[in-house]
């Protein structure tokens, strides 16, 4: 689990966009085509040479169905809710934090929340849990929950510092949501946004 200076480290995405001029009122749907299950956002990794599996990636879309209905998340596009203790323990700190910055926590901040968390998560699945830098910035450049909170016509002089506070939220809860990626997912950030 994310250690608490992580936690202060992390922003909430309505504290990214509203400290970058820009309100979090867009309508952002976590939509079947745009949910963490939406597998675009995750560069497609190419086979390895592996004797213990006959097709690797035949496993981790097994793995990938078996991280998803673990995590309960609904696959109908509708909003998500912390249900595990996991997500629970993620979207705790994450209000907190964003109530002690004095901005408002909200549904739409939850669901947004662990969109961004489980997206990491299936990414690093599809990878073969091979999560780097260069992961980090495809996920980043392919992911539709980040092309919904930043779209194209997004204030160009905005978007480096929203984009990494909208990331660190995304590292911060794959932390929880697949500890197992989280050092990883944390390197890749350092490495990229500093």
């Known amino acids: 689990m994310p250690s608490r200076s992580t936690a202060a480290a992390a922003s909430l995405v309505v504290v990214a966009l509203s400290l970058a001029g820009c309100s979090f009122s867009i309508p952002v749907e976590v939509e079947a085509s745009s949910s963490p299950t939406a597998s ?3 560069p497609t990794p190419s086979p390895t040479d592996d004797s ?3 097709d690797p990636m035949a496993d981790a879309l097994a793995e990938r169905d078996q991280f998803l209905a673990d995590q309960q998340l609904p696959l109908d596009g509708s909003p998500l809710v912390a249900v595990t203790p996991a997500q629970q323990e993620f ?3 994450q209000r907190a934090f964003i109530e002690s910055q004095g901005g408002t926590w909200d549904a739409q901040t939850e669901s947004i929340s662990l969109a961004l968390a489980a997206d990491a998560c299936e990414t690093a699945i599809l990878n ?3 999560v780097d830098a260069p992961l980090l910035q495809a996920h980043v450049a392919s992911s539709p929950v980040f092309a919904q909170l930043l779209p194209a016509d997004f204030p160009e002089d905005q978007r480096a510092a929203a984009e990494r506070n909208v ?4 590292v911060f809860g794959a932390g929880f949501l697949c500890p197992e990626d989280g050092p990883q997912w944390e390197a890749a950030f350092t490495e990229v946004y500093g």
């Not at 990331?167 to 995304?170: G, R, Y």
């Open 40 to 42: 675009s956002s995750a």
């Open 167 to 170: 990331a660190s939220v995304m």
């Open 128 to 130: 073969y849990h091979e």
């Open 91 to 93: 979207i705790a700190q």
């Open 52 to 54: 213990d599996t006959d």
